[in-house]
């Protein structure tokens, strides 16, 4: 149950609270209460008479009672405020002088779409943080294939599934301090040992699994810890890995391998392929108001969670906004010379039917400098094709999606009110 409902709930109990308060207090005033009002009132009237004559003393008991109330109502307000500004303190330090503006932004944000986000990588987090200031009402479902850095140890050694997109995931929906996101995203580098390479977060959650028996529930605790807008869901809780048919007709196996092997993909494969969906994300799919699938690397980021046994089939039966954000650079080995058309024939050339009905194309393109610097790197800019696009029955939109720092990216705030003007 949300909290408006809740809210209204304690309005109504609220109300009817005072109903039968001032009707205790009509029936029992004669008997009880007259004789306490009568003998205050005699006296505040004497008390006044001191000071005032006969016939100023009904003016002078108006304004004095009007003071009052205002003094009682200031000094009820005050004292509401302070207790909720401690309990504020309490239970969120740092943010007690903000109670208004927090409750109604929280409120605003519990008003919003519900939105699923579909992928993996720095590309799901990055939409995922401009999302949260739109609606608290996210599902992310995470690509839980990575094999390499630290997830991958994890999973060698822990039998756990990789942690590394989920705690990314987790990072950019939290509503924590600053302090706490920076913590869980600490990496060991240097003289470290057998911590080298390990992120404080990736073992926090390996701690939880090892604690609670249960991936998914570590999560969720993790969530909680981080005060997260939203919920962050595996796509599977099976181990599942990567298999790649490239151009050549070879196969190769695990996301690592794929990624460096440099080699043109034909075609992605989860394996084993009959992994189980995990039901939350199924639901959440199909009571979406509006489901975005990317950005990310298209074959080791976005495809894979659609073959999830269940997942495709769940988005054909969502009524929801189903849209797809397009990668604004091509990647050596997985999309080379893609042009944004490219990208959404290998979505369904893999998932085997159509997914989504938008397509979110970035229009605007990076500078000069950083074109060269990308291009050394064998990579380019996604070339915008909406009238491809059309021509496969979707919509395209066109709009500037791009952040250029020292690196050509998603801005966050940009697909997030990309999407806010698709849904209304």
């Known amino acids: 149950m949300n909290s408006a409902v809740l809210l209204r709930r304690a309005a109504l109990v609220g109300i009817l609270g005072i109903i039968l308060f001032f009707t205790g207090l009509a029936l029992s005033y004669r008997l009880l209460l007259l004789p306490v009002i009568t003998a205050f009132d005699n006296a505040f009237t004497n008390l006044l008479g001191s000071f005032l004559n006969a016939a100023d003393l009904p003016v002078g008991r108006h304004y004095a009672g009007g003071a009052l109330l205002i003094l009682g109502g200031y000094l009820v307000y005050r ?3 302070n207790v ?27 008003a919003g779409p519900s939105i699923v986000a579909i992928g993996g990588g720095t590309g799901l987090s990055t939409l995922l943080r401009g999302l949260k200031e739109k609606t608290s009402r996210i599902t992310a479902v995470v690509t839980v294939t990575d094999d390499g850095g630290s997830s991958g140890r994890l999973v060698a050694d822990k039998k756990i599934l990789p942690p590394g997109d989920i705690r990314n995931c987790l990072v950019a929906l939290a509503d924590a301090e600053k302090s ?13 040992g057998s911590l080298s390479g390990h992120s404080t977060g990736n073992l926090l959650i390996a701690a939880l699994v ?24 595996p796509a599977t809780l099976d181990p599942v890995c990567l298999k790649a048919e490239m151009e050549d007709g070879t196969e190769i196996y695990g996301e690592t391998k ?5 080699q043109r993909i034909r075609r992605i494969f989860l394996e084993p392929p009959d992994t189980g969906p995990v039901p939350k994300a199924l ?40 849209v797809y954000v397009c990668n604004v650079m091509t990647q050596p080995g997985e999309s080379d010379r893609f042009s944004a058309s490219d990208h959404v024939r290998a979505i369904e050339s893999n998932v085997g039917r159509r997914v989504f009905d938008y397509v979110l194309i970035n229009k605007a393109m990076p500078g000069q400098f950083l074109s060269e610097r990308y291009s050394e790197s064998g990579q380019e800019f996604v070339a915008p094709d909406p009238d491809r696009i059309r021509a496969m029955g979707l919509k395209p939109i066109s709009a500037n999606l791009i952040s250029e720092t020292d690196v050509v990216r998603h801005d966050p705030m940009r697909i997030a009110e990309s999407i806010e003007r698709l849904v209304k």
């Open 180 to 192: 706490m996101t920076d913590l869980f995203q600490h990496r060991f580098e240097g003289a470290s």
């Open 283 to 322: 639901d959440a799919i199909r009571g979406a108001d509006v489901v975005v699938i990317g950005p990310g690397s298209i074959y080791t980021s976005v495809i894979p969670p659609l073959l999830v046994p269940g997942v495709a089939e769940a988005l054909n039966e969502s009524p929801a906004i189903k």
């Open 210 to 233: 090892d604690l609670t028996g249960d991936f998914d529930k570590a999560v969720r605790e993790v969530g909680r810890v981080l005060a997260i807008r939203g919920r962050v869901i």
């Open 79 to 81: 004292a509401i405020r």
């Open 84 to 110: 909720l500004r401690e309990v504020m303190r309490i239970l969120n330090p740092g943010q007690e002088g903000k109670i208004a503006g927090n409750f109604w932004k929280q409120q605003a944000l519990a």
């Open 258 to 262: 794929i990624v460096n092997s440099q």
